[in-house]
């Protein structure tokens, strides 16, 4: 009984503390990009982009280019992307904006 007790009261006293969520300032905190590709075609892919409550933001065809999802510049790039999109909001998007990124020499 004194078990019971003590297990019950550690509960509450646990659950009192505990907090649901916790909030973030950082608007890129839950944003990701996806990849749709087709292991019959290689070199096209579709590149989305979503913010933090999953809503589409931006999304490019890539058409001739095999993205290497596993390399490590290639997750930077698109990462970079992504925090751009977020940061800048829908008002400057141009097209293409991935390609360029991709390209584009460090």
Request: net charge positive; glycine share 2%.
């Amino acid at each position: 009984m004194k078990k019971l007790i003590f297990n019950f009261l550690l509960m509450m006293a646990l659950g009192a503390t505990a907090k649901a969520q916790i909030r973030t300032d950082e608007p890129s905190t839950f944003a990701n990009w996806v990849i749709e590709s087709n292991v019959k075609t290689p070199k096209k892919a579709i590149v989305k982009f979503y913010n933090c409550k999953q809503e589409l933001i931006y999304q490019e065809e890539i058409v001739g280019v095999k993205l290497k999802v596993n390399n490590k510049k290639t997750i930077e790039k698109l990462n970079a992307v992504l925090h751009q999109l977020v940061k800048e909001g829908n008002e400057a998007i141009s097209a293409n904006l991935v390609i360029a990124k991709l390209h584009q020499k460090r």
